[in-house]
């Protein structure tokens, strides 16, 4: 027999089977700054999971041992962080987190004030009805999404209208779509919560939507498949016999949505969850060595380098990220922990320098970590939101993006060759001063009232104390000097020497502007080889980079020249547009420019990154009509962009359009903070970390090993 249960007001329940319900808890109160839209709901209803679990025992087993389970109070990483924004910036202010994190305390009304540990909504995280209730996004972030107050059928197992009736309550459009994940997976600070400026934070649904993944158009040649955020984040997995109901083929989505939370997975009783979060982070940074300068001798691939004795020694690490459909790290960009650590030793084994946290606490290491300065010039470390004051620099990687890291040392008078570097990036999900910060609060009678509170519900009282796993991401080996041929590489050092190549020339074109010269000398020759072998794709990538390197210098017949080479052996291809585009961007010809572009935003309709680059091409060219409408189309992608507020203001101004001055103001409001450029000064001359990590290329000096340990000190 059917059953409904209602998300607004609840009618009746037959055959009832779950007894009575609790009373109906409304929603009327003003929900901001959160961005979250509801009707009046039932938040007792959102609220219950076990019917869900009745009919669907692998899913639910799934999220019971996920972050979105876990995602409230009873998070102690969370509620550290919460209950801090909460005492300086105000119990109301926090709603700006609830809406993703705590979406039920927030419909309720209980966020607005001491949430305590007897309140069962600080421990029901993120439900599957709240997911499963979304019936529109916006691409805002901050929870922008509206839920439905819509009836949720329980159908009757034996009758297949009642079943599609209830599939399709829960399974509306936005379900299997990037947008709902990006709902919460994008968020932004500012005036509603106490900052001065307006703050871009995660981001990973506007760098999927501008990634191959997404099939935007890249800068350079690229062949990934396409996925969005469910087809990386919910594989596939065997069905158990009571799970059939609800498999297609013998499978279900996994729910664990297992990435990077490898410090809540390993306390979790599932190990599968464990399994999979480490599996999403190996192999999702390819490294490798890549040019090397002993003394004054360049060479262009590590094991071509010979070595004499006590002379310099100069390399530098290369990390490609070709299998993350966003940045890595990804979603909150300054909590990660990911460094690259670096060893030499010599034919002996005997280890002669590193980089990597030693015994004496130097961090000394390049962290894959984006940067906040709060309002004194100091790096903000341990993620309070509310005292950011503006960006410093960020050294996550974007999807399919190469980033060079150097080092350097002096080789010993008499050494014994060939030397061995081993390189590899680390991750470990919170610094370590963060995971302090979240021990001590769990330590306290708040948060052991909470862990007992977490074991009474009979969840895991998750301990921010326990020692966090370390993954290695990614990692290779390689030999300089006499001997260096006969020893065998590893990891993206023993790819081919073309896609090696090739992966220098894409790093070094991030060089500045006076040193991009030097990835002429790495593309060339994977030009040459992939010419001799005869592989016109390979071909094409080359041409593509030493296009991207002349439109960099400026020189705009050579890169279209290098561009109509690569057209000859791939055909017509968006990827040309965008270079040919920039190339006449840099040179000011923007008539030539907007056509250009304009292909590339045909066929990249969903990348705002086209459509900015479109609006400014238009602009520039007094065309304010056609600069209006794309960057109204970028703006329904990215609606805090600020150059594209800037187009659409100044557009509005040229047409003369009565909505110009509140253009003006939003774009003013959307701006980077006018104290960035002081207080990106003062950080520099106080902070090596902002001397050296905001350049293109950082410059890493190995230390001896005399100190150094296993990877258990804060990099950060």
Request: with cysteine; proline share 5%.
């Given at each position: 027999m059917a059953r409904w249960f209602f998300t607004g007001l609840l009618l009746g329940v037959v055959g009832c089977s779950y007894g009575v319900p609790e009373p109906v808890r409304s929603v009327s109160h003003d929900l901001a700054p959160s961005l979250l839209d509801a009707a009046p709901l039932d938040v007792s209803r959102l609220a219950k999971t076990d019917d869900c679990a009745d009919c669907h025992a692998d899913v639910a087993s799934h999220w019971m041992n996920s972050v979105h389970a876990n995602a409230s109070f009873d998070n102690p990483w969370y509620r550290a962080s919460i209950d801090q924004f909460r005492a300086e910036r105000g119990e109301q202010e926090s709603r700006f987190c609830a809406g993703c994190h705590d979406p039920l305390l927030l419909l309720s009304g209980d966020i607005d004030a001491e949430v305590k540990p007897g309140n069962d909504l600080a421990y029901a995280g993120i439900t599957c009805l709240v997911c499963h209730s979304v019936e529109s996004t916006r691409p805002d972030g901050n929870?922008?999404?509206?839920?439905?107050?819509?009836?949720?059928?329980?159908?009757?197992?034996?009758?297949?209208?009642?079943?599609?009736?209830?599939?399709?309550?829960?399974?509306m459009d936005p379900l299997r779509s990037a947008a709902l994940c990006g709902s919460c997976h994008r968020s932004f600070s500012g005036s509603a919560i106490g900052n001065d400026n307006h703050l871009p934070g995660i981001g990973d649904l506007g760098d999927w939507a501008g990634s191959g993944f997404a099939g935007a158009v890249q800068d350079h040649l690229t062949a990934v498949e396409e996925r969005n955020c469910q087809g990386c984040h919910m594989q596939s997995v065997v069905a158990s016999e009571s799970e059939m109901a609800g498999?297609?083929?013998?499978?279900?989505?996994?729910?664990?949505?297992?990435?990077?939370?490898?410090?809540?997975?390993a306390q979790m009783p599932d190990p599968e969850y464990s399994q999979q979060a480490r599996e999403a982070l190996e192999g999702a940074i390819l490294v490798d060595v890549g040019a090397v300068r002993a003394g004054r001798r360049r060479y262009v691939l590590p094991e071509e380098a010979q070595l004499r004795g006590d002379e310099s020694l100069v390399f530098d690490v290369l990390l490609e990220n070709e299998a993350t459909g966003h940045r890595f790290p990804g979603g909150v960009r300054d909590m990660h922990d990911v460094w690259v650590e670096v060893e030499v030793s010599d034919a002996s084994g005997r280890l002669l320098a590193v980089s990597r946290p030693t015994e004496d606490g130097n961090a000394d290491v390049f962290l894959l970590r984006a940067t906040m300065l709060d309002a004194t010039a100091n790096p903000e470390v341990l993620h309070r939101v509310h005292r950011f004051s503006a960006p410093a620099f960020d050294r996550t990687l974007r999807a399919h993006d190469a980033q060079a890291v150097r080092y350097s040392m002096r080789v010993p008078k008499d050494p014994a060759l060939p030397l061995r570097v081993k390189a590899r990036v680390v991750h470990r999900k919170h610094s370590l001063g963060f995971q302090a910060l979240a021990c001590d609060a769990s330590r306290s009678e708040r948060g052991v009232a909470f862990a007992l509170g977490a074991n009474a519900r009979g969840k895991v009282a998750l301990d921010?104390?326990?020692?966090?796993?370390?993954?290695?991401?990614?990692?290779?080996?390689?030999?300089?000097?006499?001997?260096?041929?006969?020893?065998?590489?590893?990891?993206?050092?023993?790819?081919?020497?073309i896609e090696r190549l090739l992966t220098q020339g894409l790093a070094l074109l991030h060089s500045k502007q006076e040193h991009v010269q030097v990835a002429k000398t790495s593309i060339d020759r994977a030009l040459r080889l992939a010419r001799d072998s005869g592989a016109p794709e390979l071909q094409a990538r080359a041409l593509v980079l030493r296009a991207r390197l002349s439109a960099i210098q400026g020189r705009l017949n050579e890169a279209l020249a290098f561009t109509s080479r690569a057209e000859t052996l791939i055909g017509s291809n968006a990827v040309?547009?965008?270079?040919?585009?920039?190339?006449?961007?840099?040179?000011?010809?923007?008539?030539?420019?907007?056509?250009?572009?304009q292909r590339v935003a045909d066929a990249s309709p969903s990348d705002s990154r086209a459509w900015r680059d479109l609006a400014r091409a238009y602009g520039s060219l007094s065309d304010d009509l056609n600069a209006l409408s794309a960057a109204d189309a970028g703006l329904r992608l990215a609606p805090r962009d600020e150059s594209l507020l800037r187009s659409r203001a100044l557009a509005l101004e040229g047409l003369g359009r009565p909505g110009a001055t509140h253009a003006k103001e939003r774009w003013l409001a959307h701006r980077a903070p006018d104290a960035q450029p002081q207080l990106l000064a003062a950080c520099e001359k106080e902070h090596q970390r902002c001397r050296r990590d905001r350049q293109p290329i950082p410059h890493y000096t190995l230390l001896p090993p005399r100190k150094a340990i296993h990877a258990s000190r804060d990099p950060g």
């Amino acid at each position: 027999m059917a059953r409904w249960f209602f998300t607004g007001l609840l009618l009746g329940v037959v055959g009832c089977s779950y007894g009575v319900p609790e009373p109906v808890r409304s929603v009327s109160h003003d929900l901001a700054p959160s961005l979250l839209d509801a009707a009046p709901l039932d938040v007792s209803r959102l609220a219950k999971t076990d019917d869900c679990a009745d009919c669907h025992a692998d899913v639910a087993s799934h999220w019971m041992n996920s972050v979105h389970a876990n995602a409230s109070f009873d998070n102690p990483w969370y509620r550290a962080s919460i209950d801090q924004f909460r005492a300086e910036r105000g119990e109301q202010e926090s709603r700006f987190c609830a809406g993703c994190h705590d979406p039920l305390l927030l419909l309720s009304g209980d966020i607005d004030a001491e949430v305590k540990p007897g309140n069962d909504l600080a421990y029901a995280g993120i439900t599957c009805l709240v997911c499963h209730s979304v019936e529109s996004t916006r691409p805002d972030g901050n929870a922008s999404f509206t839920l439905t107050d819509a009836a949720v059928l329980l159908p009757d197992p034996a009758s297949p209208d009642e079943i599609e009736a209830h599939r399709a309550r829960l399974t509306m459009d936005p379900l299997r779509s990037a947008a709902l994940c990006g709902s919460c997976h994008r968020s932004f600070s500012g005036s509603a919560i106490g900052n001065d400026n307006h703050l871009p934070g995660i981001g990973d649904l506007g760098d999927w939507a501008g990634s191959g993944f997404a099939g935007a158009v890249q800068d350079h040649l690229t062949a990934v498949e396409e996925r969005n955020c469910q087809g990386c984040h919910m594989q596939s997995v065997v069905a158990s016999e009571s799970e059939m109901a609800g498999a297609s083929d013998g499978t279900v989505s996994s729910h664990r949505w297992a990435a990077s939370h490898t410090a809540m997975a390993a306390q979790m009783p599932d190990p599968e969850y464990s399994q999979q979060a480490r599996e999403a982070l190996e192999g999702a940074i390819l490294v490798d060595v890549g040019a090397v300068r002993a003394g004054r001798r360049r060479y262009v691939l590590p094991e071509e380098a010979q070595l004499r004795g006590d002379e310099s020694l100069v390399f530098d690490v290369l990390l490609e990220n070709e299998a993350t459909g966003h940045r890595f790290p990804g979603g909150v960009r300054d909590m990660h922990d990911v460094w690259v650590e670096v060893e030499v030793s010599d034919a002996s084994g005997r280890l002669l320098a590193v980089s990597r946290p030693t015994e004496d606490g130097n961090a000394d290491v390049f962290l894959l970590r984006a940067t906040m300065l709060d309002a004194t010039a100091n790096p903000e470390v341990l993620h309070r939101v509310h005292r950011f004051s503006a960006p410093a620099f960020d050294r996550t990687l974007r999807a399919h993006d190469a980033q060079a890291v150097r080092y350097s040392m002096r080789v010993p008078k008499d050494p014994a060759l060939p030397l061995r570097v081993k390189a590899r990036v680390v991750h470990r999900k919170h610094s370590l001063g963060f995971q302090a910060l979240a021990c001590d609060a769990s330590r306290s009678e708040r948060g052991v009232a909470f862990a007992l509170g977490a074991n009474a519900r009979g969840k895991v009282a998750l301990d921010p104390c326990i020692e966090q796993p370390i993954t290695e991401v990614g990692a290779a080996t390689v030999w300089m000097g006499r001997g260096a041929s006969g020893r065998a590489s590893t990891g993206g050092a023993a790819r081919p020497t073309i896609e090696r190549l090739l992966t220098q020339g894409l790093a070094l074109l991030h060089s500045k502007q006076e040193h991009v010269q030097v990835a002429k000398t790495s593309i060339d020759r994977a030009l040459r080889l992939a010419r001799d072998s005869g592989a016109p794709e390979l071909q094409a990538r080359a041409l593509v980079l030493r296009a991207r390197l002349s439109a960099i210098q400026g020189r705009l017949n050579e890169a279209l020249a290098f561009t109509s080479r690569a057209e000859t052996l791939i055909g017509s291809n968006a990827v040309l547009d965008r270079i040919r585009g920039d190339a006449y961007a840099r040179v000011w010809q923007w008539e030539s420019a907007a056509p250009a572009y304009q292909r590339v935003a045909d066929a990249s309709p969903s990348d705002s990154r086209a459509w900015r680059d479109l609006a400014r091409a238009y602009g520039s060219l007094s065309d304010d009509l056609n600069a209006l409408s794309a960057a109204d189309a970028g703006l329904r992608l990215a609606p805090r962009d600020e150059s594209l507020l800037r187009s659409r203001a100044l557009a509005l101004e040229g047409l003369g359009r009565p909505g110009a001055t509140h253009a003006k103001e939003r774009w003013l409001a959307h701006r980077a903070p006018d104290a960035q450029p002081q207080l990106l000064a003062a950080c520099e001359k106080e902070h090596q970390r902002c001397r050296r990590d905001r350049q293109p290329i950082p410059h890493y000096t190995l230390l001896p090993p005399r100190k150094a340990i296993h990877a258990s000190r804060d990099p950060g």
